[in-house]
């Protein structure tokens, strides 16, 4: 497994600045859940593994018992622990390939944003330990989002903007973005898809969208959110250490991308906060039941 987001200082920005998972998640994955088995009006167990800090765990939070979210980080699962504002929700410490749960006792095993850094053999030798044998799983991840101005009123220069913005942020995204996670996300998981060892499972790619209203600085700390980018700019610090603060600017992808939008939406006199925009998240997703 690939170890990412642990220092304080990307937890801090995952908990604020990552996008919590909505409600036609929620639903996607339980009528996939429904298809293959018959569930009580709640159902018992839910595992959230690499939960991070809880933008999927909380999602489900009506819709089990119990749930756990487990995290290889220390860092992650003390705010997830923070935000935590319900009684059926707890998390702890425990990694893919070694989740803390007893044989055969989940519902439903969850993994969002993350699976494309799990030694996939192992991890599925265990999940398969710890879900029930007509139990379920969803992987689900997204790519950079789509950016739609809010301020910009002529509909061909809100098109012609959104494009270049959204491509710009592609862009830096997959420069800063380890080489494994860029296989399997540009991929939209399709190869993950091909591995899950199960009897039933499905592969979405469409007409999936998280929408939320945005303002520049939450773009910026979303992308600053990135463990990859954390890590780009400190090899960067450190390959040009006698920088000045004007020079690190150059290749900072947030300073960047920030100058980029006050540029050209012509706001370079408006406050971060007020530069309003859409942000629309297309989820991928995996979904098996009965593995292997």
């Not at 809100?158 to 710009?168: A, F, G, K, N, V």
């Not at 939320?212 to 992308?223: A, C, P, R, V």
């Not at 991308?257 to 629309?280: C, G, P, Q, T, Y």
Request: glycine share 2%; net charge negative; charged share 30%.
């Amino acid at each position: 497994m690939i170890r990412v987001y642990e220092n304080e200082d990307i937890t801090k920005h995952y908990v604020e600045f990552r996008p919590r998972f909505q409600e036609c998640v929620v639903e996607r994955v339980l009528k996939f859940c429904n298809e293959y088995r018959e569930f009580a009006n709640k159902h018992e167990l839910m595992v959230d593994v690499a939960c991070g800090s809880g933008q999927a765990t909380s999602a489900f939070q009506n819709n089990f018992k119990h749930i756990v979210g487990i995290d290889i980080s220390p860092n992650q699962i003390k705010e997830a622990r923070l935000a935590n504002e319900h009684d059926n929700i707890k998390y702890e410490v425990g990694t893919a390939e070694n989740i803390p749960l007893e044989e055969s006792s989940v519902d439903l095993l969850v993994s969002a944003t993350a699976c494309h850094r799990f030694d996939l053999g192992k991890f599925f030798t265990e999940a398969k330990r710890v879900m029930k044998p007509d139990g379920c799983m969803a992987l689900f991840s997204y790519n950079a989002p789509t950016i739609i101005p809010k301020n910009v009123k002529v509909s061909a220069r809100r098109q012609e903007l959104s494009d270049r913005t959204s491509s710009l942020l592609l862009k830096f995204h997959e420069i800063v973005t380890d080489k494994q996670s860029n296989f399997y996300l540009d991929g939209k998981y399709e190869n993950i898809y091909k591995a899950v060892p199960a009897e039933n499972k499905q592969w979405i790619t469409e007409d999936l969208v998280m929408k939320y209203d945005w303002n520049l600085e939450q773009l910026i700390g979303f992308l600053r959110s990135n463990a990859s980018y954390q890590e780009y700019m400190k090899m960067m610090k450190e390959e040009h250490k006698d920088a000045s603060e004007e020079e690190v600017k150059k290749w900072d992808r947030a300073v960047l991308l920030r100058d980029f939008v006050k540029r050209e939406w012509e706001m370079e006199e408006v406050k971060d906060e007020d530069v309003m925009m859409e942000a629309h998240f297309h989820v991928f997703l995996v979904l098996a039941n009965n593995l292997k």
